[in-house]
């Protein structure tokens, strides 16, 4: 019991949040959404890291590579609307 204490406390939560829209060449102008949602990363650079990989993978598609925000410490607000502290590219 003692032990599972201790790596509960060690277990850190990511603070970056992947918003992808795979299918705008510019951010949308709408508020952020759950289904955007393509992982949660420990640092900034890991998020834009895999933003770009995804990017990547779509570049010869019709529709473009796409657009992305990692957002920093998001939540949902008093209202249940998907809110971020920060957001950057």
């Excluded at 990511?14 to 949602?37: H, N």
């Excluded at 393509?38 to 019709?62: N, V």
């Amino acid at each position: 019991m003692l032990g599972l204490l201790f790596l509960s406390a060690c277990t850190k939560t990511p603070e970056w949040t992947l918003f992808y829209y795979p299918d705008v060449s510019a951010l949308p102008a709408v508020p952020l959404q759950a289904e955007d949602i393509h992982g949660y990363y420990d640092t900034l650079e890991q998020c834009q890291s895999k933003a770009l990989g995804m990017q990547r993978l779509r570049q010869g598609d019709y529709m473009g590579a796409g657009a992305y925000q990692c957002g920093h410490l998001c939540g949902l607000d008093d209202k249940s609307v998907l809110v971020c502290k920060r957001l950057s590219q």
